[in-house]
């Protein structure tokens, strides 16, 4: 699977928080598998911090690593 972080930017830059967020759970509840499940978990996870914090977050957060 594609990078969460990635992902989450695309569904938010292109929909917004609502949207994307509702897109994100919706393929959650249709994954297959528990990985699949928690992957989709993260994806809505990192869409509600880029919507706290901004882009910012991430870049600022990978430097550190």
Known sequence: ???EIAIAKELYK??????ASFI?????QKATGEEE???WLRV???IAL???AGDDFFETKSQTS
């Open 50 to 52: 880029l919507d706290i």
């Open 37 to 39: 499940t928690e992957y």
């Open 24 to 28: 994100a759970f919706d393929n959650m």
């Open 44 to 46: 809505i996870n990192r």
């Open 1 to 3: 699977m594609s990078d």
């Open 14 to 19: 292109k929909f917004g928080l609502k949207k």
